[in-house]
Nanobody, 126 residues
Framework: QVRLVESGGGLVQAGDSLGLSCVLSGLTYNTYIMAWFRQVPGKEREFVGRIRWSDGNSDYIDAVKGRFTIARDNTKNTMYLQMNSLKPEDTAVYYC???????????????????WGQGTQVTVSS
């Protein structure tokens, strides 16, 4: 059974940094893509960035490029999201997600990922 568990959310001030973790277990193949999404009430879940587990190739939405970094630790089966220079508009519930395969989907939306964590709240005050 695939399981993803996020941690690290909290309340910070604008300009601060915060790191999230996502521990992955239960995947039976070692070729997969992991991603971070975020969601605010009343809006669609938004793709933030992704990483291909095999080679660490990553990509981000423009709104977080240069501020957010996704990394992974193979030995700990953990994906990280380091968020710097946080803004109030980064406030959301952050979710990690996973899918098998190495080809990045053309459409990076929630339908492309079958496995999800429970989410962790990030609140950035102005």
């Amino acid at each position: 059974q695939v399981r993803l568990v996020e941690s690290g959310g909290g309340l910070v001030q604008a300009g601060d940094s915060l790191g999230l973790s996502c521990v992955l277990s239960g995947l039976t193949y070692n070729t997969y893509i992991m991603a971070w999404f975020r969601q605010v009430p009343g809006k669609e879940r938004e793709f933030v960035g992704r990483i291909r587990w095999s080679d660490g190739n990553s990509d981000y939405i423009d709104a977080v490029k240069g501020r957010f970094t996704i990394a992974r630790d193979n030995t700990k089966n953990t994906m990280y999201l380091q968020m710097n220079s946080l803004k109030p508009e980064d406030t959301a519930v952050y979710y990690c997600a996973a899918r098998y395969g190495s080809v990045v989907p053309l459409q990076m939306d929630r339908n492309a990922f079958p496995y999800w964590g429970q989410g962790t709240q990030v609140t950035v005050s102005s």
